[in-house]
């Protein structure tokens, strides 16, 4: 199935503007228990590149751009200082499809998770160089 009327939004700061970020919604779900409880978060939305190999291809195959969109910094460092301080989340994990396409926008995230001593867990990503 395909929707002709297919909208993506360009800047997604703005699917992520409620001050919870939509995981008050989730909150009865989540495992205490498990030590370190970790979140899974998307930055990101496309890629930049066609490889052969990738899902992304059948995509584009339809017609469909697939653009590279990325969250602002200041917006995903809200969004983790906020799973942080409600839910003591102290581990990550990055599962955009391309997070490290750009390092330089990834960086000052890597230097904020550092100050606070949020670790990383994995980084769902492909490496292109």
Same mark, same amino acid.
């Given at each position: 199935?395909?929707?002709?009327?297919?909208?993506?939004?360009?800047?997604?700061?703005?699917?992520?503007?409620?001050?919870?970020?939509?995981?008050?919604?989730?909150?009865?779900?989540?495992?205490?228990?498990?030590?370190?409880?970790?979140?899974?978060?998307? #930055?990101?939305?496309?890629?930049?590149?066609?490889?052969?190999?990738?899902?992304?291809?059948?995509?584009?195959?339809?017609?469909?751009?697939?653009?590279?969109?990325?969250?602002?910094?200041?917006?995903?460092?809200?969004?983790?200082?906020?799973?942080?301080? #409600?839910?003591?989340?102290?581990?990550? #994990?990055?599962?955009?499809?391309?997070?490290?396409?750009?390092?330089?926008?990834?960086?000052?995230?890597?230097?904020?998770?550092?100050?606070?001593?949020?670790?990383?867990?994995?980084?769902? #990503?492909?490496?292109?160089?």
């Amino acid at each position: 199935m395909i929707n002709e009327n297919i909208n993506q939004v360009d800047n997604l700061d703005l699917l992520y503007t409620s001050k919870d970020f939509g995981w008050d919604l989730i909150k009865q779900d989540i495992n205490f228990r498990q030590v370190p409880y970790f979140i899974n978060l998307y #930055t990101s939305r496309g890629c930049k590149y066609n490889c052969s190999f990738c899902y992304l291809k059948d995509i584009h195959q339809l017609g469909i751009k697939n653009r590279f969109r990325r969250r602002s910094v200041e917006n995903i460092i809200r969004e983790i200082e906020y799973l942080h301080n #409600t839910f003591g989340i102290n581990v990550v #994990t990055f599962g955009d499809d391309d997070f490290l396409f750009d390092i330089k926008k990834v960086l000052p995230i890597f230097e904020y998770l550092k100050k606070r001593q949020i670790y990383i867990e994995h980084i769902w #990503t492909n490496i292109y160089n």
